[in-house]
C-alpha cells in the first residue's frame, strides 16, 4: 500500500535560517503529493501540492519538487519566520485500489521558530 | 476550491454518550471522508462516505462505533458511540475537490 515517511520532529530553528523537512513516499503508479500544515489550535491547510513528476509546488515561500526517481517531494524555505512555528504533514493521493482517492499522510514534524 | 463548515468546534462529553459530528460543504461533493487525529499523531482515515451508500471503513473501524450519514452531496454526519477516554481525539472531515483536498476546521472531542 501507499505510505509516507517524514522527518522527526520536533525541529527547532531561529528565525531567517533555512529549512528542509524531509519527506520520502511509496507508491504505485502516480500519485499527488501534498504538503499540509496546522498552525497551533487551528485545522489543516493546503500548504502546496504538486501532481507529477518535476512539478515544483510553491506558496508562501515554501517550495517543494516532486523528485520519482528518489520518491522525494522535500519541503524547503529559504528563511522562516516565527509565524511558521505549526506542524507540517506530508501526505500522497495515488491509485491504491480500493483507496484510490484517500490521502496517505506522514506522521508530522513540529516546527518551532524562535526570535 | 470548497468550503466546509464543521461543528462542533470543540466538545467535553462523558464516557459512555455520543456525540454527532456535522460537515457542510459549499458545493456538491462525490466522497467525502473522515479522519481522527489523535493527540500528537499523525491523521488516520476512519471511513469514506459517498453519497446514496454505505461508507467504506479502515481497518480498525467500524459502523457501530462510528456511524456515519451521508443524506446528499453536501452533507455528512459521524457519530462518535459509547465514548471512552481514548476517543479524545481531533475528528476532521474532508473533501476531494479536483486535484486536491479541503478539511473541515476539526471537531477537538474530550471525553472524561
Known amino acids: 500500500g501507499n505510505s509516507v515517511t517524514q522527518m522527526e520532529g520536533p525541529v527547532t530553528l531561529s528565525e531567517e535560517a533555512f529549512l528542509t523537512i524531509n519527506c520520502t513516499y511509496t507508491a504505485t503508479g502516480y500519485p499527488s503529493l501534498f504538503w499540509y500544515v496546522q498552525y497551533p489550535g487551528e485545522g489543516l491547510q493546503l500548504l502546496l501540492k504538486a501532481t507529477k513528476a518535476d512539478d515544483k509546488g510553491s506558496n508562501k515561500g515554501f517550495e517543494a519538487t516532486y523528485r520519482k526517481e528518489t520518491t522525494s517531494f522535500h519541503l524547503e524555505k529559504g528563511s522562516v519566520q516565527v509565524s511558521d512555528s505549526a506542524v507540517y504533514f506530508c501526505?500522497?493521493?495515488?491509485?491504491?485500489?480500493?483507496?484510490?482517492?484517500?490521502?496517505?499522510f506522514g506522521k508530522g514534524t513540529k516546527l518551532s521558530v524562535i526570535p | 476550491s470548497a468550503v466546509i463548515s464543521q461543528k462542533p468546534s470543540r466538545d467535553i462529553c462523558q464516557r459512555g454518550t455520543s456525540l454527532t459530528i456535522q460537515c457542510q460543504v459549499d458545493?456538491?461533493?462525490?466522497?467525502m471522508f473522515w479522519y481522527r487525529q489523535q493527540p500528537g499523531q499523525s491523521l488516520t482515515l476512519i471511513a469514506t462516505?459517498?453519497?446514496?451508500?454505505?461508507?467504506?471503513?479502515e481497518s480498525g473501524f467500524v459502523i457501530d462505533k462510528f456511524p456515519i450519514s451521508r443524506p446528499n452531496l453536501t452533507f455528512s454526519t459521524l457519530t462518535v458511540s459509547n465514548m471512552s477516554p481514548e476517543d479524545s481525539s481531533i475528528y476532521l472531515c474532508?473533501?476531494?475537490?479536483?486535484?486536491?483536498?479541503?478539511f473541515g476546521s476539526g471537531t477537538r472531542l474530550t471525553v472524561v
Open positions: 458545493s456538491q461533493v462525490t466522497m
Open positions: 462516505a459517498n453519497q446514496g451508500s454505505e461508507a467504506t471503513y
Open positions: 501526505a500522497l493521493s495515488g491509485n491504491s485500489g480500493a483507496g484510490s482517492y484517500q490521502l496517505t
Open positions: 474532508s473533501v476531494a475537490i479536483g486535484d486536491g483536498y479541503t
